[in-house]
């Protein structure tokens, strides 16, 4: 089998969560592109829609669910209608997150709501996604399982709590999966993107247009589909309980994501 041939995906089945815009729609994209059916899992039915009308003009199948993954009933319906439509999940990117009521503020002022919320949305959602989809994988004798984590959860923001708590526990979940489900013929990875805006004018000026990241520019979002190909394919079959991060050299080079470096001169720049 050829480098290549290890890369392709067809005759697998993914299921991606975030899918519906952003980072989720570009790797799910890639997937396809590399020859896997879709399941396109998000809140937001018409974005969902229009990343599966995408997938098929690629010439795969895909399977567009609503699903709020903070909610276990509707994540384990969400991977029975996959089962259902396409009888296997061989791949698992628990890509859904983001920031949650209580962005920006200190610890004395956060609810126990808004301290749930953030944790459910950024790594309860993984698990449920994890323990729906594993019986399935364990019956067919093997699988995928790619977690996306954040430079927060290696380093962290200010006033980014649950966020930055929740990224830094999907990291040791994802070694914890790795570790359990190795001889199950399950690999569990995770990748690690560095600040990819999505063309969002607010972002873009927050971080200067990625001046304080050491290749001296913000991430392309086409450019984090191929790792998340890699990990998805038998190129990967060896790899476990590992990292790859997209991110510029930001956290190597001490700048990136603290959200100090914005505001601090450098060389008499403001």
Same mark, same amino acid.
């Given at each position: 089998m050829?480098? +290549?041939?290890?890369? %392709?995906?067809?005759?697998?089945? !993914?299921?991606?969560t975030g899918a519906g815009r952003g980072l989720g729609r570009v790797m799910a994209l890639a997937l396809a592109e590399a020859g896997a059916d879709i399941v396109a899992a998000a809140r937001t039915q018409a974005q969902i829609?229009?990343?599966?009308? +995408?997938?098929?003009? %690629?010439?795969?199948?895909?399977? !567009?669910?609503s699903t709020d993954v903070t909610n276990s009933t509707a994540v384990n319906a969400m991977v029975e209608a996959t089962?259902?439509?396409?009888?296997?999940?061989d791949v698992l990117v628990n890509n859904a997150g983001g920031s949650s009521s209580g962005w920006n503020k200190p610890v004395e002022a956060l609810t126990d709501e808004q301290w749930r919320g953030g944790i459910d949305?950024?790594?309860?959602?993984?698990?449920?996604?994890?323990?729906?989809?594993?019986?399935?994988?364990?019956?067919q004798g093997g699988g995928k399982i790619i977690n996306v984590t954040s430079g927060v959860g290696v380093r962290p923001m200010k006033f980014n709590y649950m966020y930055a708590t929740a990224k830094a526990g999907m990291i040791n979940f994802t070694r914890a999966l790795a570790f359990n489900y190795a001889?199950?013929?399950?690999?569990?990875?995770?990748?690690?993107p560095g600040i990819f805006p999505h063309e969002d004018p607010m972002m873009l000026q927050f971080w200067q247009g990625g001046k304080f990241i050491p290749v001296g520019r913000v991430g392309k979002d086409e450019?984090?589909?191929?790792?998340c190909v890699f990990?998805?394919?038998?190129?990967?079959n060896y790899m476990n309980g590992e990292m790859i991060a997209l991110e510029g050299g930001g956290l190597a080079g001490g700048e990136v994501?603290?959200?100090?470096?914005?505001?601090?001169?450098?060389?008499g720049e403001k």
């Open positions: 050829s480098v +290549l041939d290890k890369l %392709r995906l067809h005759g697998k089945v !993914a299921i991606m829609d229009e990343t599966a009308a +995408l997938i098929r003009a %690629r010439g795969r199948r895909c399977l !567009a669910v089962v259902t439509e396409f009888g296997r999940i949305l950024n790594i309860s959602s993984a698990f449920y996604c994890c323990r729906a989809v594993l019986p399935h994988m364990l019956r001889d199950k013929n399950i690999q569990a990875n995770l990748i690690l450019e984090l589909g191929p790792a990990l998805a394919s038998d190129a990967a994501p603290t959200g100090f470096a914005p505001l601090i001169s450098l060389d």
